[in-house]
């Protein structure tokens, strides 16, 4: 595609339960990232993903949240019983691989947890 | 551990004007320093990026300085514009292979330009 693409655009969910968050990354970008921003804050790194390489899960704030990449293109960030606390906007970006310089992101999934 | 700090948390400029943002960091592995241009309901873009090597960079009416002995670096907007009103956030990075490309986020600038 043209662009990265996310979906849903706006998540609202009870707390306690799980949600799937998409992203579809530019058509033949090998890096994928999940980014969180929580209100009036900036980016946090949560998980990248490089080609058939291990991801690296170092941002990850709990063992809730998991992200996986099928097929080295769409990813999927899943959240476990979620927590008001992890409202926010999740962005996903994209990139032709490690190393170079500057992505693209999509515009973002926003979470509310009710 | 906030490793890119910014401010401004908001700034406001008159049309014409120059906007100023500055970031500081600790990490003296970064070795890449973009800034990124967010607007309402849209994922941050790439505005203008340097290198270390380097102590300015231009980019039309954007211009980012660079002191590397002082960890900060700083985004200059020259004659602001409406539409440059948007959120701003300065990053940092290490290009090294095992960093894996990863962006540590200053906390963003609320930029509002009057017309």
């Known amino acids: 595609g043209a662009g990265v693409s996310q979906s849903p655009s706006n998540k609202v969910t009870e707390k306690g339960k799980d949600v799937e968050l998409r992203c579809d990354p530019i058509s033949g970008h090998t890096a994928l990232y999940w980014y969180r921003q929580s209100l009036g804050q900036g980016l946090e790194f949560l998980i990248y993903?490089?080609?058939?390489?291990?991801?690296?899960k170092s941002g990850l704030p709990s063992d809730r949240f998991s992200a996986e990449r099928t097929g080295g293109s769409v990813s999927t960030l899943t959240i476990q019983r979620t927590q008001q606390e992890d409202s926010a906007v999740y962005l996903c970006a994209s990139s032709y691989g490690l190393g170079i310089i500057g992505y693209t992101f999509g515009s973002g999934t926003r979470l509310t947890v009710v | 551990q906030q490793q890119v700090k910014q401010s401004p948390q908001s700034l406001i400029v008159q049309k014409g004007g120059i906007s100023i943002i500055n970031c500081a960091y600790e990490n003296t592995a970064f070795d890449y320093f973009p800034w990124y241009q967010q607007f309402p309901g849209k994922g941050p873009a790439l505005l203008i990026a340097?290198?270390?090597?380097?102590s300015e960079k231009k980019e039309g009416r954007f211009t980012i300085s660079f002191n590397k002995s002082a960890k900060q670096f700083s985004l200059h907007i020259m004659d602001s514009q409406p539409g440059d009103s948007a959120t701003y956030f300065c990053?940092?990075?290490?290009?090294?292979?095992?960093?894996?490309?990863?962006?540590?986020f200053g906390g963003g600038t609320r930029v509002l330009v009057k017309p």
């Open positions: 990053a940092a990075s290490s290009m090294i292979k095992a960093a894996g490309n990863k962006l540590t």
């Open positions: 340097i290198r270390p090597d380097v």
């Open positions: 993903f490089q080609g058939n390489s291990a991801p690296d």
